[in-house]
């Protein structure tokens, strides 16, 4: 065996074999939606155990009471593909038993853990803050985008789908939201999300007065609790004195309805005075912007600036390729429309599914970690798996005019990204201190196939080009990793924006600089 056709085969083989442990139902959105149709099921044998004069715990019979089992059930998708109504099917089963499901259903199944709700209430967090979703729509699951213009206009609002009346978010799951949001150390979104609590639980009880003598026996987070919680993160984000001192007083006595109301007032105006923090180095100044337009664009498909056919090799003659140019030179960025059929895309969908596991990064020390930064599962298919797969390399190496043959190219790798999965922006080519696979060569295009659409979010952005792709399914889009002189092409930067709505499917094919010396030909400068 080739010395580096061995360290690619085991660095995949270990991405696998790891990769499976970590998987949960937060991380591929595919995954929820076999969920959605196993909570039928348990439904069902509930039920049915319950008629057969069967007795279940007082959680189950809660769980089940609160299953809308009506005729006009809607499609898993309806359910899995919506964060807000996500959040609820896990929330509802994480509250039952495991050993207990079993026993009523007789079947292995699987049930949501605290780290999958944990990551459910993440994605909420991260999908309101970078496309600046309405927190008040938000909480009855309506997702309603709001760009704030910088030059001072209205800031434009863009419904992106419509409220739900079948549930909506209480004071105890955005408390629960806001606590989430302090663990990952995301202090702004925390002061968001509790001083929304707040404002829910003043709307409930009317009248501040009543906060002192709240009923203690009412389920859901208390007035006291709340306010201190923001004071805390307040506090972390800005220390201020006089609240403080509120703190420290209301320490002293009990329930002290003057004291909290005094707290209340200070946390009112130094939440208002904080701004949200902006991130402002290179990736990140562009990154929410682009991908908003992405939602934008997902609305109102865009007319085609340069689109024109080519015919890259002699392959494409009687089907000429659809190529955009969407950046003609360093780095060349190409989107291809309708370069794989439908068939093609559930082969590989089918494939990767039954093998899938959680997507690590690659480390600084070119080992791998799972990282917050990349929610998605991924699963490698190699072209020896099945003739169609074979096709869709060769096809890309026509495209290319690359050799795409392993170990030249690596295998497929298949993603679905979870629950307002996205993937932080960073570079496909292995950076100096990452020196695992270079023996193999680096990195010298990335050929990235959409196997699915996505209803909002979710789009390819090229973080330094100015460059927004949204995912439209049967096309792939082309770009450059290195420069002709093989240095590194930073522009070539990108990020898979959050998945709003949808499953977003891809597959990668990443070439090397090795066996391709003759089809790479140099520049005549190092910046070509
Ligand atoms: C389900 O059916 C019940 C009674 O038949 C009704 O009250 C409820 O609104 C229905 N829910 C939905 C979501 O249609
Ligand atoms: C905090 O809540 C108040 C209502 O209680 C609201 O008017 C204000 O806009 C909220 N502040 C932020 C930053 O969301
Ligand atoms: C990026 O493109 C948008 C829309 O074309 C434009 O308004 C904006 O100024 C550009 N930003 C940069 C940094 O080039």
């Not at 007789?106 to 944990?118: A, M, N, R, S, Y």
């Not at 004071?171 to 995301?186: H, L, M, Q, R």
């Not at 709307?203 to 987070?221: H, W, Y």
Request: glycine share 6%.
């Amino acid at each position: 065996m080739d010395p580096s056709f061995r360290v690619v085969f085991y660095v995949l083989f270990l991405t696998m074999f790891y990769s499976v442990t970590d998987a949960g139902f937060f991380s591929a959105v595919a995954r929820l939606g076999k969920l959605v149709q196993e909570e039928r099921e348990i439904v069902a044998a509930v039920k049915q155990h319950v008629q057969n004069g069967g007795k279940v715990s007082a959680d189950m019979k809660r769980y089940v009471d609160s299953f809308d089992d009506n005729n006009t059930v809607p499609e898993p998708d309806y359910i899995a593909h919506h964060p807000v109504r996500a959040y609820f099917l896990i929330k509802r089963l994480s509250k039952i038993t495991l050993s207990e499901t079993k026993k009523l259903t007789g079947k292995e199944v699987q049930l949501p853990t605290v780290e999958d709700l944990h990551m459910t209430a993440l994605a909420l967090i991260v999908l309101q803050d970078v496309y600046g979703l309405d927190m008040r729509s938000l909480v009855q699951g309506q997702l309603v985008m709001v760009s704030q213009s910088t030059n001072g206009a209205e800031p434009q609002i863009t419904e992106i789908c419509g409220k739900d009346p079948t549930f909506t978010l209480d004071p105890s799951d955005t408390y629960y939201i806001g606590e989430v949001a302090c663990k990952e150390n995301k202090f702004y979104q925390a002061v968001l999300w509790f001083n929304l609590t707040l404002e829910m639980m003043r709307e409930k009880e009317k009248s501040l007065l009543k906060i002192g003598d709240e009923q203690t026996d009412r389920p859901g987070p208390r007035m006291r609790d709340v306010l201190l919680k923001l004071a805390d993160t307040v506090q972390k984000i800005k220390w201020d004195r006089d609240v403080f001192m509120a703190v420290s007083q209301l320490g002293a006595t009990k329930a002290n309805a003057e004291g909290l109301s005094h707290l209340s007032n200070l946390l009112e105006n130094a939440v208002s005075s904080l701004r949200k923090p902006i991130r402002t180095e290179i990736p990140h100044i562009n990154y929410e912007n682009l991908c908003r337009l992405g939602v934008l664009k997902n609305q109102a498909p865009h007319p085609t600036l340069t689109c024109r056919y080519v015919r890259p090799t002699p392959y494409f003659y009687l089907s000429p390729a659809k190529m955009e140019l969407l950046h003609e030179r360093s780095p060349l960025v190409a989107l291809y429309h309708d370069v794989i059929t439908d068939k093609e895309v559930n082969k590989m969908r089918d494939i990767a599914f039954r093998r899938m596991g959680r997507s690590p990064v690659v480390a600084d020390d070119g080992g791998e970690m799972f990282s917050r930064s990349r929610v998605s599962e991924t699963g490698w298919i190699f072209d020896t798996e099945h003739p169609m797969i074979a096709k869709l390399s060769r096809r890309v190496g026509y495209i290319t005019g690359l050799d795409v043959n392993l170990p030249y190219g690596e295998a497929f790798q298949v993603l679905n990204y979870g629950l307002g999965g996205f993937y932080e922006p960073h570079v496909d080519y292995f950076r100096d201190e990452q020196p695992v696979l270079l023996t193999n060569g680096q990195r010298i295009a990335t050929f990235l196939f959409y196997l699915s659409d996505v209803e909002a979010g979710g789009a390819t952005v090229f973080t330094r080009l100015n460059l927004t792709v949204p995912a439209v399914k049967n096309s792939a889009v082309l770009f450059h990793d290195l420069k002709k002189s093989l240095a590194f092409e930073q522009d070539s930067e990108h990020a898979g924006c959050p998945v709003l709505m949808g499953s977003k499917w891809i597959a990668n094919k990443w070439i090397h600089t090795h066996g391709n010396e003759f089809r790479w030909p140099c520049g005549l400068t190092p910046e070509e």
